[in-house]
């Protein structure tokens, strides 16, 4: 079960502290898409999250929207946004975090998932040894492939919350 359990968990992309993981060494950011930058469901750009992003690059960190879906729904965002994007990232498999890893000769400490998902971005991340940052689901509604993922997550979550390993909506860093 501690696989499932992230190095951090906050409310939003927004609420994370990223001077702080600047501090703890990490250079390279993977940022899950949907529900983690904008809503599942949604094919909408947003402002904030442009204006966002060009801060963050100000802090010099390497950044890639890391996603499981399709290149023509990852490439209208990264593209908008000007950030380089993995798509069909086939998470919780290590192969594509492992190859990012690889082609920017970075060290496994160095770089950090942020996603909404236990299933795919916590696990994924968890299992090739970077550091894992989970967030709340922007939006209630998933995609479909999600769907599965969020009712074993629910179990999942169940039974940290039991053993006090993770509770809902308790943020630590
Ligand atoms: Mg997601």
């Not at 920017?104 to 696990?123: H, P, W």
């Not at 299992?127 to 894992?132: L, S």
């Not at 689901?137 to 074993?152: F, W």
Request: glycine share 6%.
């Amino acid at each position: 079960m501690d696989i499932f359990i992230p190095d951090m968990y906050q409310k939003s992309i927004y609420t994370i502290d990223y001077e702080k993981l600047k501090e703890r060494g990490i250079k390279c950011l993977l940022f899950d898409l949907d529900n983690t930058l904008i809503p599942a469901r949604s094919s909408k750009k947003n402002e904030k999250l442009k204006d966002f992003f060009d801060e963050l690059k100000q802090y010099g960190f390497k950044i890639y929207i890391f996603s499981n879906s399709p290149k023509r729904r990852v490439s209208i965002f990264a593209d908008d946004l000007g950030i380089e994007y993995c798509y069909s990232a086939s998470k919780p498999l290590k192969k594509k975090f492992l190859k990012i890893v690889d082609d920017n000769d970075l060290d496994l400490s160095e770089v950090a998932i942020i996603g909404d998902q236990l299933l795919t971005d916590v696990l994924g991340g968890n299992r090739v040894g970077i550091t894992t940052i989970l967030i709340n689901p922007i939006s209630i509604k998933d995609g479909v492939q999600t769907l599965l993922n969020r009712t074993i997550e629910k179990y999942i979550i169940k039974k940290l919350t039991k053993k006090d390993l993770f509770v809902k909506g308790r943020y630590y860093e």
